[in-house]
């Protein structure tokens, strides 16, 4: 296996790795969803 071939390998893996540790997040009808996601960003430091 070159360099090359391995780096695309490796590309390729941390993509899909991506993929599953980071689903993508529900839909913005989701109000609960947004609800907690206000709250990790701007609540969460101020306790």
């Known amino acids: 296996m070159t360099d090359e071939e391995f780096e695309e390998l ?3 893996a941390r993509a899909e790795a ?3 540790s980071f689903s993508a997040p529900p839909s913005d009808d989701d109000a609960g969803y947004a609800f907690h996601t206000q ?9």
């Open 39 to 47: 709250h990790a960003e701007f609540g969460a430091p101020a306790h």
């Open 18 to 20: 991506r993929r599953i």
């Open 10 to 12: 490796m590309t390729e």
